[in-house]
């Protein structure tokens, strides 16, 4: 129950607030190549507001952000699309596509955004641990119960609780529903024989047990999601595993004792890593995963990385002081030194977003 309890703890205090969670903004950017520029209309500010790294998502081309007084969301051009106040004390950022759906962690309310403009809310009876939204709206909930680890709730887009499940041996930090909103995946960890474990789940709500199930010795995973083409991506410690639904195989992908710093799922295409190939001189390696969770290509770099980003075509890379652009072949495209610390980048068409404690600039490339 100790080694439970202590992975508990974890979870909530790290792997919900992501890996990264500098203190300091970003003022200005200098930059080192000509010709990158900072856009017009940024930085946006965020006056006494503040964004927790985690809390900064890319939707249609438009920004999103949850700081701790409202959701903000933003078009590629800077202009405020709308501005929703909320009171959560930790809030959490969720995105299905065009729809938005944000909650207080360990709290008991929630609110989904769609269209930009529908806004919509709720609250549980139970204190909410993560939670996901599909495309379609379906979205669903993961909660502390009383007599279990852990609840999963799923509801219709009327809001009408379609399926639920109960987990009596794992505390689940990660939930993920496919676009049609009719799979869901977790991830969980518990403790057998005085060893950690997690296990991921698949479900489908014409089953009162889990479509499947695997385990991973050792290994706590800090996210899930579905990818475009059915595969589930779970991103841990110590691999990412791909989960191929329908042929009901997997494909782990081993850092080999490299220790994980950054990485990002975009579901179109997989997820890229950052591995720090020599710790003590913060050198990382990029790899960029695909579909299938097989390397597609690995960048090496002299940078400690803090934050990393892909959309495809270009990665992206947030060292200590420097903003790195490389193609998808690895080959260095453009490098701006930064006055001060952010907290996360995001990649989008040919644009860099920052997000700083209390701003967001952006970097044409």
């Not at 200005?28 to 940024?42: D, I, M, P, V, Y």
């Not at 260095?332 to 930064?338: D, F």
């Amino acid at each position: 129950m100790l080694i439970i309890l202590c992975l508990i703890i974890f979870v909530l205090c790290g792997i919900n607030k992501g890996i990264l969670a500098p203190d300091k903004f970003l003022n200005w950017l200098q930059g080192t190549n000509s010709s990158a520029t900072e856009a017009t209309g940024f930085p946006i500010k965020f006056d006494d507001k503040k964004v927790a790294a985690g809390n900064f998502l890319i939707m249609n081309e438009n920004l999103v952000t949850v700081s701790n007084t409202s959701l903000m969301i933003f078009s590629g051009a800077a202009k405020k699309l709308n501005e929703i106040q909320h009171s959560f004390s930790n809030p959490m950022l969720k995105l299905g596509e065009k729809n938005i759906l944000f909650y207080d962690l360990r709290g008991k309310n929630f609110q989904i955004v769609k269209n930009l403009n529908d806004v919509s809310t709720g609250n549980l009876e139970e204190n909410i641990i993560t939670a996901a939204i599909s495309s379609n709206g379906i979205y669903g909930f993961i909660t502390e119960t009383n007599g279990y680890f852990s609840k999963m709730s799923i509801f219709s887009k009327n809001k009408e609780q379609i399926y639920k499940y109960y987990f009596s041996n794992d505390f689940i930090n990660g939930l993920a529903l496919n676009k049609d909103g009719d799979l869901a995946a977790v991830v969980g960890i518990s403790a057998e024989n005085g060893r950690m474990k997690s296990t991921l789940y698949v479900f489908d709500y014409h089953s009162s047990t889990p479509k499947l199930k695997y385990e991973f010795p050792d290994t706590i995973f800090e996210a899930i999601e579905f990818l475009s083409n059915g595969n589930v991506v779970a991103v841990g410690n110590k691999l990412t595993t791909v989960v191929d639904v329908f042929a009901a195989t997997r494909y782990d992908h081993s850092y080999k004792d490299m220790p994980l710093t950054s990485f990002e799922i975009y579901k179109d295409h997989g997820a890229v890593l950052s591995l720090a190939t020599n710790y003590n001189k913060g050198n990382c390696k990029l790899e960029v995963l695909g579909l299938d969770g097989h390397p597609n290509q690995e960048i090496f770099t002299n940078l400690n990385i803090k934050s990393v980003s892909c959309n495809g075509s270009h990665v992206a890379a947030l060292s200590e002081k420097q903003v790195t652009i490389f193609n998808i072949r690895g080959e260095k495209l453009n490098t701006w030194n930064t006055i001060c610390h952010t907290q996360q980048l995001r990649l989008c068409s040919g644009n860099c977003y920052l997000l700083g404690e209390s701003e967001i600039c952006k970097l044409n490339f």
